[in-house]
Antibody
Framework: QVQLVQSGAEVKTPGSSVRVSCKASGGTFGTYGVTWVRQAPGQGLEWMGGFTPPLTTPTYAQKLQGRLTVITDESTATAYMELSGLRSEDTAVYYC??????????WGQGTLVAVSS | DIQMTQSPSSVSASVGDRITVTCQASQDIGRWLAWYQQKPGKAPKLVIYAASNLQGGVPSRFSGSGSGTDFTLTISSLQPEDFATYYCQQANTFPFTFGPGTNVDIK
């Protein structure tokens, strides 16, 4: 059973960057991969990108290309999502998720990122 | 990108009712489809994967079917804990897009 624990809420100003962490226990990102999904207030789920085995390089949603970076540190079993050039429309709950066969069986608890001047 | 649509967007039902939610992909995705249940303030929960496979621990009243572009999620007898929003997600082609969601609430 994989458990994912995310870092706490963040308040950021427009143009800044945010880094959210996701620590895994009971499994490795090398096996399950890691994907980031966000949900704006009152809205649906948006796939952002991540690592999906057997691929070893991340894949990102085109709309976030150039602003999104997903990395994993297997030594600490932690994945990181960094989003730069923050805008008000990036205000959302950000989830890390992982699983086998491209389906997201395990989810973190979510991290609220609020972007406001 | 593959576009996912769901219908209805919302359904009101009673405990014991049978409900069906449909999901349509803008192109053939084979059976690369999942269904998630999300309750307010909580992370989504995987219910069905590969179109019709029940995720471990999910009650058998949930079932999924379909292939290609048209899929359904059926709950055979709604229980109080099933009232939630349901999302489909295609896992055939990056980006792995989600449907807009179907809210199942109490009549």
């Amino acid at each position: 059973q994989v458990q994912l624990v995310q870092s706490g809420a963040e308040v950021k100003t427009p143009g800044s960057s945010v880094r959210v962490s996701c620590k895994a226990s009971g499994g490795t990102f090398g096996t399950y991969g890691v994907t980031w999904v966000r949900q704006a207030p009152g809205q649906g789920l948006e796939w952002m990108g991540g690592f999906t085995p057997p691929l070893t390089t991340p894949t990102y949603a085109q709309k976030l290309q150039g602003r999104l970076t997903v990395i994993t540190d297997e030594s600490t079993a932690t994945a990181y999502m960094e989003l730069s050039g923050l805008r008000s429309e990036d205000t959302a709950v950000y989830y890390c998720a992982c699983g086998l066969m491209y389906y997201f069986e395990y989810w973190g608890q979510g991290t609220l990122v609020a972007v406001s001047s | 990108d593959i576009q996912m649509t769901q219908s209805p967007s919302s359904v009101s039902a009673s405990v014991g009712d049978r409900i069906t939610v449909t999901c349509q992909a803008s192109q053939d995705i084979g059976r690369w489809l999942a269904w998630y249940q999300q309750k307010p303030g909580k992370a989504p929960k995987l219910v069905i994967y590969a179109a019709s496979n029940l995720q471990g621990g999910v009650p058998s009243r949930f079932s999924g079917s379909g292939s290609g572009t048209d899929f359904t999620l059926t709950i055979s007898s709604l229980q109080p804990e099933d009232f939630a929003t349901y999302y489909c997600q295609q896992a055939n082609t990056f980006p792995f897009t989600f449907g807009p969601g179907t809210n199942v609430d109490i009549k």
